[in-house]
């Protein structure tokens, strides 16, 4: 049975920084991509930042780069987000995806498992 459990979320004043993990099980997690997705209320999911198998690539999309970093290490089946300098627009339900494809970066289509998901919200 794959279970996906994020957790780091919670509540930041804008400017601050929160890291995100998520710890993977029940799948041989160096052969999947991985990525965060993120949804805020009365908005679609987006994604936010995507990384290889093998970590060697990396993915963010505008609203990321140059304050989310992503990484994984396939050792602890475990993927993070470091989110620095965080604003209100952030805010959001953050989801951890993997995605059984060579493809990156990963788009909802090729999610294979999901997890619930971990809030954050950023107070200005």
């Known amino acids: 049975q794959v279970q996906v459990v994020e957790s780091g979320g919670g509540l930041a004043q804008a400017g601050e920084s929160l890291r995100l993990s998520c710890t993977a099980s029940?799948?041989?997690?160096?052969?999947?991509?991985m990525g965060w997705f993120r949804q805020a209320p009365g908005k679609e999911r987006e994604r936010v930042s995507c990384?290889?198998?093998?970590?060697?690539?990396?993915y963010y999309e505008d609203s990321a780069k140059g304050r989310f970093t992503i990484s994984r290490d396939n050792a602890k089946n475990t993927l993070y987000l470091q989110m620095n300098s965080l604003k209100p627009e952030d805010t959001a339900m953050y989801y951890c995806a993997a995605a059984r494809s060579y493809l990156h970066p990963i788009s909802s289509r090729q999610v294979n498992y999901w997890g619930q998901g971990t809030q954050v919200t950023v107070s200005s």
């Open positions: 990384i290889s198998w093998s970590g060697k690539s990396t």
């Open positions: 029940g799948l041989t997690f160096g052969s999947y991509a």
